[in-house]
């Protein structure tokens, strides 16, 4: 595994995971008493989503918003793969790059296998290119998912990134989950201010 991919890593683990856990509560509290029920899901409605059991759940969960990930990056014009809301933020191409970056470094990870991948954002970031990154990205990720039992949900996989230690294969697969519906909501940004819906308001007013 390559420090560039760890450290890329790190990024999310550390800084976003924390200010996303910490602002959670609230955040689901206020859409709850804000939203009528038909407006709290997008694409995803958690009732048909979530069982008891933990990898069944985990595969629903990773089937929508890997649907919508990859939908959003097929959705944006090649010309606005380059478009930056502010200078300080990522291109989309750069986003996208960086999610097929590091779907490859969890899910590998989930495995106990070493990543497959290299860093896409460092490379080509134009649509052609990094679109089939995500995609070979999604479909790495499947494979994993869809080999995830109840069985095995638990079974211990080492962190490569400092300080290290074990989680559970299941766990690891959620966080990447929590990471795609992450940067998922920038691209929602993303595409809005490119005139576009994204697929998963479309896919809910359409019914799919």
Request: net charge neutral; with cysteine; proline share 5%.
């Amino acid at each position: 595994m390559s420090i560039t991919i760890a450290v890329l890593a790190v990024r999310c683990v550390t800084i976003r995971a924390m200010r996303l856990v910490g602002a959670l509560a609230g955040t689901m509290l206020a859409v709850g008493l804000c939203l009528p029920v038909s407006a709290q899901t997008s694409d995803g409605l958690y009732s048909r989503l979530l069982s008891m059991s933990m990898a069944d759940s985990t595969k629903a969960l990773h089937a929508t918003i890997r649907r919508s990930v990859a939908e959003a990056a097929a959705q944006m014009p090649a010309e606005d793969y380059a478009f930056k809301p502010t200078a300080a933020v990522r291109s989309f191409g750069e986003l996208v790059a960086h999610v097929a970056t590091v779907n490859f470094f969890f899910c590998a990870q989930a495995n106990n296998v070493p990543s497959p991948a290299t860093n896409y954002e460092a490379g080509d970031t134009g649509k052609p290119t990094v679109l089939k990154a995500l995609n070979d990205s999604l479909a790495y990720c499947d494979q994993i998912v869809a080999e995830t039992t109840d069985a095995n949900f638990s079974q211990p996989v080492t962190m490569l990134v400092a300080p290290g230690g074990q989680t559970t294969r299941g766990l690891l697969l959620g966080f990447n989950t929590t990471h795609n519906n992450e940067h998922y909501g920038n691209m929602v940004v993303y595409l809005r201010l490119r005139g576009q819906v994204p697929p998963s308001t479309a896919n809910r007013d359409a019914g799919r």
